[in-house]
């Protein structure tokens, strides 16, 4: 018997798969567990068009975040900071600091948890990446300077 399954089971197939089950696990298990339904020529169907609305949604969402990093390349942060002797600076720049400067400058909202950025703790120019999503990454120019 033909099933879509509705769940992950380890094992036995993902999310919208359809697998060839034997008839009493469909009927005794998957079925009244809500694991599965039977894969009807409709239900085939509904599955194929929920993936490729699945496909399409994924597709904007790579774009929007491509521009998103575009904008994000575009951007030059600079922190006016105390700096003591030999240029070290008193307190460090992290990526907090990094997230909220990009919003508050350019009104980008980003997550701290996507920037990677060894903590600055003195002057000059480095770079912070920004993860957006897999594969997509952008650069931004940090600048340290003396207040």
């Keep these: 018997m033909k099933v879509i ?3 992950d089971i380890k094992g036995t197939g993902k999310k919208g798969q359809v697998i060839e089950a034997s008839d009493g696990h469909a009927r005794n298990y998957l079925f009244p ?3 599965a339904k039977p894969a ?3 239900s085939v169907r509904e599955l194929e068009h929920q993936k490729a609305a699945a496909d399409k949604r994924k597709e904007k969402e790579v774009e929007e975040a491509k521009a998103l990093a575009q904008q994000l390349e575009a951007i030059s942060l600079k922190f006016a900071v105390k700096i003591g002797e030999g240029g070290k600076l008193f307190g460090s720049i992290t990526t907090k600091d990094v997230a909220e400067a990009i919003e508050k400058n350019h009104g980008i909202k980003i997550d701290k948890k996507k920037i990677e950025l060894a903590t600055i703790k003195s ?3 480095t770079q912070a990446e920004v993860k957006l999503m897999q594969g997509v990454h952008a650069k931004v120019k940090i600048e340290v300077i003396e207040d």
């Design 5 to 7: 399954l509705l769940k």
């Design 33 to 35: 567990r809500g694991l």
């Design 40 to 42: 009807t020529d409709s």
């Design 123 to 125: 002057a000059g120019t």
